[in-house]
């Protein structure tokens, strides 16, 4: 299995990027797909998840701000965000999870934001 984030990268505060992960290895659409982060110094943190019927849910940090959504044609999950703040400077990584066995992680794409 593998998960290959793309689409970070240094945006000055206010602007926008879409996070990009494309899954190989597994029948992604019954997956539950997520983002989660991590910046220096703190733990990784939940950032949204997709189930495989398209149900959404987003931390409190990136409500408003953030949609993820899913291809199951093209095996990927994207995340768009928008009005980026510094504090949201991390590795973002996907997530893939099939019921309590199965569950993979990408290797990240970094995001930064500039004040």
């Known amino acids: 299995v593998q998960l290959v984030e793309s689409g970070g990268g240094l945006v000055q505060a206010g602007g926008s990027l879409r996070l990009s992960c494309a899954a190989s290895?597994?029948?992604?659409?019954?997956?539950?797909m997520a983002w989660y982060r991590q910046a220096p110094g703190k733990q990784r943190e939940l950032v949204a998840t997709?189930?495989?019927?398209?149900?959404?849910a987003y931390a409190d940090s990136m409500k408003g701000r953030s949609t993820i959504s899913r291809d199951n044609a093209r095996n990927t999950v994207y995340l768009e965000m928008n009005n980026l703040k510094p504090e949201d400077t991390a590795v973002y990584y996907c997530?893939?999870?099939?019921?309590?066995?199965?569950?993979?992680w990408g290797q990240g794409t970094q995001v930064t934001v500039s004040s």
């Open positions: 290895g597994l029948v992604f659409s019954g997956y539950v």
């Open positions: 997530y893939a999870r099939f019921g309590a066995s199965y569950d993979y």
């Open positions: 997709i189930t495989s019927g398209g149900g959404t």
